[in-house]
């Protein structure tokens, strides 16, 4: 089955390095790929999507990358503060659509 | 719009005991989801309705019974409580054109 792994370590950077988080999954590639970032006590909230055919997506200061032939995607944070500081989760499309699974998440801590 | 709602935020339950955690959304979806977070582990996909009238098992529905009752509403119940259920749940919802799912602010319950 479909497994989904994030660095389960917490992730300190100083604030303005660029924070890079890494999910691997395992068998077959997915037809898109999300990133989600979730706040103690709240529930996640959609960042960014890429699909398959998709091999880099930004949005302001955040930059995802998607390589279907590692198994893996890339979310980079450039310029990060210390409002960035949760826990990034990485998400993969399981049935066209009506099934996620979720990775465990990686912690990020920004130093000021 | 209020978006995802959830209640209610905390729940104490004795072993045994059963209840049902209300979900709702205000977005128009078709398709609603309810998960449990559990640490360490990541978001689980218990069940969920790829549209009004449709219920679905996700990976980890032992213990657990939906209903879909209208467009808005996507209710989860335990039947019978057990420590095992001891978790954070939540409810999300998508339109499956965007794919991103909206999460409600999630109920905490313990069950003893």
């Known amino acids: 089955s479909q497994k989904i792994e994030q660095n389960s370590e917490a992730l300190n950077i100083q604030e303005g390095k660029t924070a890079t988080l890494t999910c691997n999954y395992t068998?077959?590639?997915?037809?898109?790929l999300q990133w989600y970032r979730q706040d103690p006590g709240r529930g996640p909230v959609f960042l960014l999507l890429i699909r398959e055919n998709e091999k880099e997506k930004r949005k302001e200061r955040l930059k995802v990358t998607f390589d279907t032939t590692l198994k893996q995607s890339l979310f980079h944070i450039t310029a990060s503060q210390p409002a960035d500081s949760a826990t990034y989760l990485c998400a993969l499309d399981m049935s066209g659509g009506f099934k996620t699974i979720f990775g465990a998440g990686t912690r990020l801590f920004v130093k000021a | 719009n209020a978006g995802v709602t959830q209640t209610p935020k905390f729940q104490v339950l004795k072993t045994g005991q059963s209840m049902t955690l209300q979900c709702a959304q205000d977005m128009n979806h078709n398709s609603m989801y309810w998960y449990r977070q559990d640490p360490g582990m990541g978001l689980r996909l218990i069940y969920y309705s790829a549209s009004e009238g449709t219920t679905d098992k996700g990976e980890v529905p032992n213990g657990y019974n939906v209903s879909r009752l209208n467009k808005r509403e996507f209710s989860l119940r335990l039947e019978s409580a057990a420590p095992s259920q001891t978790s954070v749940y939540f409810c999300?919802?998508?339109?499956?054109?965007?794919?991103?799912?909206?999460f409600g602010p999630g109920t905490r319950l313990t069950v003893t």
């Open positions: 068998n077959y590639s997915p037809a898109y």
């Open positions: 999300a919802s998508t339109t499956q054109v965007s794919y991103e799912q909206y």
